[in-house]
């Protein structure tokens, strides 16, 4: 396997940390949806519960997603082959 220059371990290292934020984001967002509509339609717990599990799918696929295409990018710059960028 090549070694990494020092610009693209960075590089990487950052969309690693882009990864935990979208991550935390999307959680954080469909959760606060959720209270919203709790505070707004008086379905507590429901509002929560119901935007706390799709945000966790919704970024765990996300995560998974991300993760399987930089592998794919690491693997394919290793061996020299182009990297498809339809995956983006």
Request: aromatic share 12%; with cysteine; proline share 2%.
């Amino acid at each position: 396997m090549a070694k990494l220059t020092p610009a693209q371990q960075q590089r990487y290292w950052l969309r690693y940390a882009g990864m935990g934020f979208e991550f935390f984001a999307g959680l954080l967002a469909c959760v606060l949806i959720g209270m919203w509509l709790d505070s707004h339609f008086g379905w507590s717990p429901w509002g929560v519960l119901v935007g706390s599990g799709v945000g966790l799918i919704g970024s765990m696929f996300n995560l998974i997603r991300r993760g399987l295409a930089m592998q794919r990018e690491v693997s394919n710059q290793a061996t020299g082959k182009r990297q498809d960028s339809s995956d983006s």
